[in-house]
């Protein structure tokens, strides 16, 4: 999956490409920057990014496959597939998530969160309870980052709803999480975790488990990542194979 996202501009990134500069028209700074950084994937042939062996990565990555099991059978597991936009080749992004209502046309677009703090998970609960999406995006330091990443995927399924999922267990659910973690090194600490040291709810307090923030991703935006994918994609290089060296004996 990662070779087909290396150099091209992929969902869970994308927010770059919608900054603006000061003048409030022109892209900005963290625009070129991504096109620079792309274009050296290219030349590279492989990404920037290590693996990270990274805390809140792998609580996600446990959470989000427990989160698989709470969701019902209209939810397609799809996260790792790579999907690529129907007209611009080098736009990529990989859904958690499609969202399938039969007999209708509300299929949805859907991104899991699993924060590892519970003030980020608040946050974002409470960002939608004050004014939906736009309060995630206004809440959350993150919240720009995952709604441009739903509207690039919404773009590249062709979807018009989106789901931003946000999960915490109870702690009753954190034995099946830590039981899941058995054997990975990389879920070692995990593993090994006392519950305190774990972001987890009480049962009974005012915030759930599973939260499921549902909203049409408005046409504006998805016409406005649509035209800077494109003004970025006129600054993407073309690799072309290296020679090999004449060697004179």
């Not at 974002?124 to 309870?129: A, I």
């Not at 034995?175 to 709810?201: N, T, V």
Request: hydrophobic share 30%; with cysteine.
């Amino acid at each position: 999956m990662d070779a087909i996202r290396n150099g091209n501009f992929t969902s869970s990134k994308i927010v770059a490409l919608t900054s603006m500069a000061k003048d409030q028209k022109s892209p900005g700074a963290p625009f070129h920057k991504y096109i620079a950084q792309k274009n050296m994937e290219r030349r590279l042939k492989r990404s920037l990014n290590k693996d990270i062996d990274a805390p809140p990565t792998n609580w996600g990555t446990l959470c989000e496959n427990h989160v698989h099991e709470l969701l019902g059978l209209e939810y397609k597991y799809c996260s790792k597939e790579t999907k690529s936009h129907p007209t611009v080749e080098y736009w990529k992004g990989s859904p958690d998530h499609i969202h399938i209502h039969q007999e209708s046309h509300l299929d949805a677009v859907v991104d899991i969160k699993c924060p590892h703090t519970l003030e980020s998970f608040c946050q974002l609960v409470d960002g939608w309870n004050k004014n939906g999406i736009e309060g995630i995006r206004d809440n959350h330091r993150d919240g720009e980052t995952y709604y441009w990443q739903l509207v690039s995927n919404a773009c590249i399924t062709g979807l018009k709803y989106a789901e931003l999922i946000v999960y915490c267990p109870y702690q009753a659910e954190l034995e099946a999480i830590k039981k899941a973690a058995e054997g990975d090194p990389r879920f070692y600490r995990i593993f090994y975790s006392d519950d305190k040291q774990l972001p987890y709810l009480v049962e009974g307090g005012q915030y759930k488990n599973l939260n499921i923030f549902r909203f049409i991703v408005p046409p504006e935006d998805k016409i406005f990542l649509h035209r800077r994918v494109e003004l970025a994609g006129k600054d993407l290089i073309t690799v072309t194979q290296p020679q090999p060296e004449l060697v004179c004996n």
